[in-house]
């Protein structure tokens, strides 16, 4: 969630989220386990490695994507004389940042990521 990614698909279903909610707590909470019923109607399914581990992060590989799939339509966006925020910065420093991250030099996901977005808002918005 501090990424913004929502992908629990299961669990947006609304009637499941109405039912579950109104099981009493000693069906969703043992101890200081969470999840108690959603952890027994997995045993089936899931492996015990994953039922019982710790709770893991999702990373969305931007890094990436910049450097392959998103190349084109990255610098399209920031580079390209049709780009509606470039005026915004140093060119020759955003140039630079590109120039690190796309050759490997530098990661600047975050960086790259923000300005991919602003530029897009501004297309879209502005």
Do not use: C
Not at 29 to 43: D, F, N, Q, T, V
Not at 65 to 78: I, K
């Amino acid at each position: 969630m501090a990424a913004s990614i929502e992908a629990r698909v299961p669990f947006l279903d609304h009637e499941l989220a109405a039912f579950v909610s109104s099981l009493p707590d000693h069906y969703r909470i043992r101890g200081l386990r969470s999840k108690w019923i959603l952890r027994e109607a997995g045993k089936k399914l899931i492996p015990d490695r994953i039922l019982q581990r710790p709770k893991v992060g999702f990373r969305v590989p931007v890094n990436e994507w910049f450097r392959g799939e998103m190349r084109g339509f990255l610098l399209d966006h920031l580079q390209n004389g049709s780009s509606l925020t470039r005026a915004y910065y140093d060119a020759r420093a955003l140039d630079h940042t590109l120039a690190e991250h796309l050759n490997g030099r530098q990661n600047h996901e975050k960086l790259l990521w923000a300005l991919l977005n602003l530029e897009i808002w501004h297309r879209q918005y502005a």
